[in-house]
Structure formats: C-alpha cells, structure tokens
C-alpha cells in the first residue's frame, strides 16, 4: 500500500464507499417515498418516531466496524497479521453480545420509546410496529451495519460496496411489494429493511469464510482478550455517539414538533432528513473511504500520505455540501412532492423546514469527517468529545428557541450550534496538520 499512488488509492477506497452510501441513500429515500404516498403525513410521522431506536443499534454496529477495522489497519501497516485476525474475532463477538443485550433491553422498555415523544394515537400504534419488528432483529440490523466496513479494511471496498447495492435493491423490490402490492402498511417497510439486511449480513458472514478474504473468523484457538474489545469499543465509540446524536436530536425534534406544532410538521421533519441524507451519506462515503488509509499510513508513519488524504477528502466533502444546500433550495418544491400525495399544509412545512434546516450541512460534514480522522489515528478521546459535545452545545438552544419561536425556533437549533461546533473542529484539525507536518520524516531513498 506505501508504494502505491495515494491518490489512486483514495479514489479507489472512496468511490466504492460513495456509491454504496449513495445507493443506501437512495433506499432510505425510496423507503420514505413509498411510505408518504401510501400513508402520508402520518406514516411519516410514525416512522420518524421509531428511527431514533434504530438509530442506536445501527451506531453499535458502525461503533464495531469503524472501531475493529482501525485496528485491523493499524495492525496491518504494523505488519501484525496475527494480531490482526484476532480482532477480527473480536469484533465478531462484541457484534453478538451487543445484538442480544440491545434486544433484550427494547423488549423491557416496550412502548416508552415511543410514548415519551408525546405520540399517541394511530402514529403510536404504527410507530410501535415498526419498532418492534426492527428490535426483534437488531442482530440482523448490527451485523448489516458493520461487516461490510470490516470487509473495506480487508482490502476489499469493491465486494463491500457490492454488498450495499445488492442490499439497497432488495430493500426498494420488498417496499414495492410489501406496501403496495400486499398493503402490510409501515410493518411492510420494516420487514423490507429486515430482510435486506439479513441478505448483507449472510453474504458478508460468508466472505470472511471464503478464499477472498486475508482475514478470517478464529473459530478454533481463539483466545478472549477484554483488552480487545474494550480496544474497539473506544476507537469506534465516536461512530455509536454520533449515531446517538442522530437519535437524541431526531427524537428531540419529534417531541417539539408534536408539542408546538403538529403531525404534519413531524411528517415535514421526517421528509427533510430523508433529502438530507444523500449529502450525509456522500459525505460519510469519502470519511469511511478517507479511514482505512488514514489509519495504515499513521501506522506506517507515512504521515505525508495521511495529510494528502485529509486535504482531498475535506476539500470534496465541502465542497459538495455547498452543492447540495444550493441544490434542494433551488428544487425544494420538486423534491419535497416526491414524498408528498397532494397534501399542501405538508408540502408548505417540508419547503420552510429546508430554508431553515439545512443552510449549515457542509460545516455538519466537516465535524463527522473531523470525528473520523481522529478515529483513524487513535485519538479516540478526542473524536468521542465532538459526538458528545454536538449534544452539548444543542441544549441550550433546544430550550430557548422553540419556547421563543415556536416551530421556526425548531428548525433553527441544528444549525446554529453546528456553527459553533465546527469551529473548535476546525481548530483541532489545523492542530493536527501542524503536529503530522512537524513529526514527519522523508523516507530513505
């Protein structure tokens, strides 16, 4: 990998990972198409209610697999191959042992998740379906999540991106035919995404256990090693709070949404982050592109390699966060009615969300791509403290604004505290660069 062109090699890590995040972000938008033309505002509305739970499992599973294969990379540019298998096995355990502890708490807490963002009604009631379906099938829904990332760190972005795609298609042919055809309503969108996953899953599992993969699964002399996993539990806690953000701030906004304002404007809200996604996810494409050679070149010390890589990933996921705030202000109309069956209170609440909402997603790139640099080179601490405090510096705004401005205070609290957090971000990578410039050496010649 060091005697290779490091721009070749961005490239070729992060065009798999951008169109595997594209395609997953092009489900989850069909996904939510499907369900605002069939059921509306409502449907909407409910499955806005449960995501912020899902959200939390889909963080363990990206907690495992950011977390395991910057150690996996690590350890390969440190030339520590056996090292490096075990943590696979690692990784696999922790996989399980989350899955079964996330289910088994879900199945305790029952209806509260849901009751305690103010819903009531039949959005309670759908939003509990959807729910329960998915937590019944949080090991499906972890494994998913993080084994294709540990196949990119296996040298392996293709196949990973492949696997997204195939489960991003499965997920669009099952919502056509569950919702539409069979009418199995939001239940109908949960069953779609489960059994995507569970193809991803089964076709990941089976790479690790075939010719293609240099790493594989130690079944026989396995050693259990607490460090390990309490190594990758660390390095990838950044990914689980900033999922955890996800969820705190989307179930916040839904209590607010539904306490100031109405179902059509928690529907308006769901319909806003399902435009948004496609930046986010492009943007955690060229992140989770950026990692693994980030990781292998710290760890190799080629810390020119790793500037080069930091300046080509942020210049481009800048960049096109401007594009796409430019972009969905100048065809709000048109992409809100995608989602929209005739419903003009809706299509109103969904076009002044976006003016409001979204004008600061490029400095949100900025901050996860931050998290994840600091991830790559073991300074987990540091990438915890901006998931964490993203949730921080929201707070206050959460309770001033939406009591002073009611549901255009709502709209304005996550970019205007994305506005100071990205500031001390910036900071701390200028910091970075300074430091990797000072401590590097040329290579012998």
Same mark, same amino acid.
């Given at each position: 990998?060091?005697?290779?062109?490091?721009?070749?090699? &961005?490239?070729?890590?992060?065009?798999?990972?951008?169109?595997?995040? /594209?395609?997953?972000?092009?489900?989850? %938008?069909? #996904?939510?198409?499907?369900?605002?033309?069939?059921?509306?505002?409502?449907?909407?509305?409910?499955?806005?209610?449960?995501?912020?739970?899902?959200?939390?499992?889909?963080?363990? +599973?990206?907690?495992?697999?950011?977390? +395991?294969?910057?150690?996996?990379?690590?350890?390969?540019?440190?030339?520590?191959?056996?090292?490096?298998?075990?943590?696979?096995?690692?990784?696999?355990?922790?996989?399980?042992?989350?899955? =079964?502890?996330?289910?088994?708490?879900?199945?305790?807490?029952?209806?509260?998740?849901?009751?305690?963002?103010?819903?009531?009604?039949?959005?309670?009631?759908?939003?509990?379906?959807?729910?329960?379906?998915?937590?019944?099938?949080?090991? =499906?829904?972890?494994?998913?999540?993080?084994?294709?990332?540990?196949?990119?760190? #296996?040298?392996?972005?293709?196949?990973?991106?492949?696997?997204?795609? =195939?489960?991003?298609?499965?997920?669009?042919?099952?919502?056509?035919? &569950? %919702?539409?055809?069979?009418?199995?309503?939001?239940?109908?969108? !949960?069953?779609?995404?489960?059994?995507?996953?569970?193809?991803?899953?089964?076709?990941?599992?089976?790479?690790?256990?075939?010719?293609?993969?240099?790493?594989?699964?130690?079944?026989?002399?396995?050693?259990?090693?607490?460090?390990?996993?309490?190594?990758?539990?660390?390095?990838?806690?950044?990914? &689980?709070?900033?999922?955890?953000?996800?969820?705190?701030?989307?179930?916040?906004?839904?209590?607010?949404?539904?306490?100031?304002?109405?179902?059509? #404007?928690?529907?308006?809200?769901?319909?806003?982050?399902?435009?948004?996604? /496609?930046?986010?996810?492009?943007?955690?494409? $060229? !992140?989770?592109?950026? *990692?693994?050679? %980030?990781?292998?070149? $710290?760890?190799?010390?080629?810390?020119?390699?790793?500037?080069?890589?930091?300046?080509?990933?942020?210049?481009?996921?800048?960049?096109?966060?401007?594009?796409?705030?430019?972009?969905?202000?100048? &065809?709000?109309?048109?992409?809100?009615? %995608?989602?929209?069956?005739?419903?003009?209170?809706?299509?109103?609440?969904?076009?002044?969300?976006?003016?409001?909402?979204?004008?600061?997603?490029?400095?949100?790139?900025?901050?996860?791509?931050?998290?994840?640099?600091? *991830?790559?080179?073991?300074?987990?601490?540091?990438?915890?403290?901006?998931?964490?405090?993203?949730?921080?510096?929201?707070?206050?705004?959460?309770?001033?604004?939406?009591?002073?401005?009611?549901?255009?205070?709502?709209?304005?609290?996550?970019?205007?505290?994305?506005? /100071?957090?990205?500031?001390?971000?910036?900071?701390?990578?200028?910091?970075?660069?300074?430091?990797?410039?000072?401590?590097?050496?040329?290579?012998?010649?």
């Amino acid at each position: 990998m060091l005697s290779k062109n490091i721009t070749l090699q &961005f490239w070729r890590y992060s065009i798999p990972s951008v169109v595997a995040m /594209i395609v997953s972000g092009i489900y989850l %938008i069909v #996904d939510g198409m499907f369900i605002g033309q069939v059921l509306g505002a409502e449907g909407l509305a409910a499955i806005n209610l449960a995501w912020p739970i899902i959200f939390l499992v889909t963080g363990l +599973g990206l907690m495992v697999g950011v977390g +395991g294969g910057a150690l996996i990379s690590i350890a390969t540019g440190e030339g520590k191959t056996s090292k490096a298998q075990s943590l696979l096995s690692h990784a696999f355990l922790l996989m399980l042992i989350m899955a =079964v502890l996330f289910s088994a708490i879900l199945a305790l807490l029952g209806a509260k998740p849901i009751t305690l963002q103010g819903a009531s009604g039949n959005i309670q009631h759908m939003a509990e379906s959807y729910l329960g379906i998915l937590g019944n099938g949080a090991l =499906v829904v972890l494994f998913s999540c993080a084994l294709p990332i540990l196949i990119r760190n #296996d040298n392996s972005p293709n196949f990973a991106t492949l696997l997204m795609i =195939v489960g991003a298609l499965a997920n669009i042919g099952l919502d056509y035919l &569950f %919702i539409v055809k069979w009418d199995w309503q939001l239940a109908g969108a !949960a069953y779609a995404t489960l059994g995507a996953q569970a193809l991803v899953m089964f076709l990941a599992i089976a790479y690790f256990f075939s010719r293609y993969s240099s790493l594989s699964f130690q079944v026989s002399g396995f050693s259990l090693k607490p460090k390990y996993l309490a190594n990758i539990s660390n390095l990838g806690l950044s990914s &689980f709070f900033t999922t955890v953000y996800t969820a705190f701030i989307t179930l916040v906004h839904n209590y607010l949404f539904l306490r100031y304002g109405s179902v059509t #404007d928690t529907g308006a809200y769901a319909i806003v982050l399902y435009l948004s996604v /496609i930046y986010y996810f492009i943007a955690e494409g $060229f !992140a989770n592109g950026m *990692q693994p050679l %980030i990781s292998f070149n $710290f760890g190799a010390k080629r810390y020119d390699n790793v500037l080069k890589v930091m300046a080509l990933g942020f210049s481009i996921i800048l960049g096109s966060g401007v594009a796409a705030v430019f972009l969905m202000n100048l &065809f709000s109309e048109l992409s809100v009615s %995608i989602f929209n069956n005739d419903d003009p209170a809706l299509l109103d609440a969904t076009v002044s969300g976006i003016r409001l909402h979204l004008w600061a997603m490029p400095l949100d790139g900025l901050i996860f791509t931050g998290a994840v640099v600091f *991830q790559s080179i073991n300074r987990a601490n540091r990438a915890s403290f901006i998931s964490v405090g993203n949730m921080a510096i929201q707070l206050p705004f959460m309770l001033l604004l939406p009591a002073a401005y009611g549901v255009v205070g709502i709209w304005l609290v996550m970019p205007l505290s994305t506005v /100071i957090l990205s500031a001390v971000v910036a900071w701390w990578l200028v910091s970075l660069v300074k430091q990797l410039k000072a401590e590097f050496t040329p290579p012998a010649a």
